[in-house]
Structures are given as structure tokens and as C-alpha cells.
């Protein structure tokens, strides 16, 4: 019985952090531009958690980010004015995705070239070994004991 209570307060933590982010006062009356509002809050990241979508964060600064989203969205402006909005206010680090410039050039290419490098690491690293480990002698050894197991 304990087991089942332990069990079901643990999913309610789990299931129940995202869904109370976006609170009830912030929620548009037109289903569109809220789903529109939604949708970029998915794109924006928290200042404060840093690996999370404003939608998904209950910070205090989430929620004034969320609300002015929704501001800009009733006063007509469109996705790309919201977001150029707040990377105006907050920098590229609002988005989640940010854009390919020559300031991010590093960011976005620095994986590829790491997988590059690695790669060219580990070819080198194969070339370099020997084919054969075994002296000539060792060789005789291993083969004549290989060679006698056979016979019995």
C-alpha cells in the first residue's frame, strides 16, 4: 500500500511541473493567438533556468516573459517582431534556437568540427598501431601450440 502511495505522489510530480507553468490568468480568449503565444513561448528560453522554454518554466521572470509575449501578440506584432523584440530586450540568449551568424558561427559549427577532429584522431591512432603485435618467435609459439591442440 505504501508502495502505491509513494508511486503515485512521485508521478504527480513528474506530470504535474510543466502543465502549471502557463497559469490560468495568462491564457488568452482567442484560441489562435494563444496557441500562437504558446508556440513561441516554446521557442523562447527561461533567463533563469537557461535550459528551459519559458512555457515549460514556473520562474517569476518566465511568467513576465509568457505575459509579454501575449502583450505583443494583442498588440498585432508577429512571431518574428515578438521575437525580434525580446532579443532586442534580452539578447540571442532568449532563444532556444538561435540564429546562424557570424557571431554563432562557432556555436553551430564547433560540433561538426569536434566530430571531424575526433574521427581524424581515431584513424590516426589506427594507422599507428602495428599489424602484427607478435614477434616471429611468438608467432612459432603461438602456432605450434595452436597446431598440437588440434591433434589431441
Known amino acids: 500500500m505504501k508502495t502505491k502511495i509513494i508511486a503515485a505522489f512521485m508521478w504527480s510530480f513528474i506530470f504535474t511541473g510543466p502543465i502549471f507553468a502557463v497559469e490560468p490568468g495568462e491564457i488568452m480568449s482567442d ?6 503565444a504558446r508556440g513561441l ?9 537557461q535550459n528551459q522554454s519559458i512555457d515549460d ?10 505575459v509579454l509575449v501575449r502583450e505583443r501578440i494583442l498588440v498585432g506584432d508577429s512571431d518574428e517582431e515578438v521575437k525580434s523584440y525580446l532579443v532586442a530586450r534580452y539578447g540571442e540568449f532568449v532563444l532556444l534556437k538561435p540564429s546562424f551568424s557570424s557571431h554563432t558561427f562557432l556555436l553551430w559549427t564547433l560540433p561538426f568540427f569536434g566530430l571531424l577532429a ?35
Open 31 to 36: 484560441a489562435a493567438q494563444e496557441q500562437r
Open 57 to 66: 518554466s514556473n520562474a517569476d521572470l518566465a511568467k513576465d516573459l509568457r
Open 41 to 49: 513561448s516554446l521557442e523562447l528560453r527561461c533567463l533563469v533556468c
Open 118 to 152: 575526433g574521427m581524424a584522431l581515431a584513424l590516426r591512432k589506427r594507422k599507428a598501431r602495428p599489424e602484427n603485435m607478435l614477434s616471429e618467435e611468438e608467432q612459432r609459439q603461438l602456432l605450434a601450440l595452436t597446431t598440437t591442440g588440434d591433434k589431441k
